[in-house]
């Protein structure tokens, strides 16, 4: 199964040195489970002919805002909405999740409490689900036809679904916690409340369902459906 992965950013220079791009995360992250993967790099406007060129769509995070006017970003919200007309199985993180909830009519915004930086812990269907969140922008509206799946008092809306097709999740599965680290100490830096990069550098050590959340990816890329 062929994988298109959409890059909406790019990783800071010095952790790309060390563990790649964003697409290379998520490479790793769905590693053994049979699929091939072709990156584009939509950030740099560099866009598939249309959704028949993978057997599904995954769309990265970004430094950028999905509401921001780049000339990039209404043609990703027209090539979601004709991945989801062509029943293409989609999955989106962080903003991959704010950018598919925008296309299909929901709001995105930047959140007025501010970042949620490090290890969270999400109800997902009753059950306590701990990921790595780095963002300040979240879906504040879901499209009408969304199914929450997961939630934080901080983020009411931390995973979405919208028919069996499109799965989409706020925090990141693809990173580890050597990333993380990485993050805090150059993108974090003047940006995110001190404060808050010190309380999340403590909790790397807390371990992570990375790899529960890569298999749920996996087995909605291979079944093309969405989770209750």
Request: hydrophobic content about 40%.
């Amino acid at each position: 199964m062929k994988i298109g992965i959409l890059q909406t950013g790019h990783a800071p220079d010095g952790l790309r040195e060390t563990f790649g791009d964003y697409d290379d995360l998520f490479r790793v992250l769905l590693n053994g489970h049979g699929f091939s993967f072709d990156t584009y790099n939509v950030v740099d406007n560099r866009f598939p002919d249309g959704p028949g060129m993978a057997d599904g769509w995954l769309i990265t995070g970004s430094p950028h805002g999905a509401y921001e006017d780049l000339p990039w970003i209404p043609k990703l919200e027209d090539l979601i909405r004709a991945s989801r007309a062509a029943e293409r199985p989609l999955i989106g993180v962080c903003f991959g999740h704010q950018i598919i909830a925008q296309a299909l009519g929901g709001t995105v915004e930047q959140f007025k409490d501010g970042w949620a930086v490090g290890r969270t812990e999400y109800n997902m269907g009753g059950v306590t689900v701990p990921l790595f969140a780095w963002h300040q922008d979240q879906v504040v509206v879901p499209p009408p036809d969304a199914r929450v799946l997961a939630r934080h008092p901080f983020c009411e809306n931390a995973a979405l679904a919208y028919g069996d097709m499109i799965w989409t999740i706020q925090p990141h599965p693809e990173f580890h916690w050597r990333f993380v680290d990485g993050l805090i100490k150059t993108r974090g830096k003047g940006v995110v409340p001190d404060d808050q990069l010190i309380a999340a550098a403590a909790t790397l050590d807390q371990p992570v369902a990375q790899s529960d959340i890569a298999r749920e990816m996996a087995r909605f890329f291979l079944m093309g459906r969405g989770y209750e």
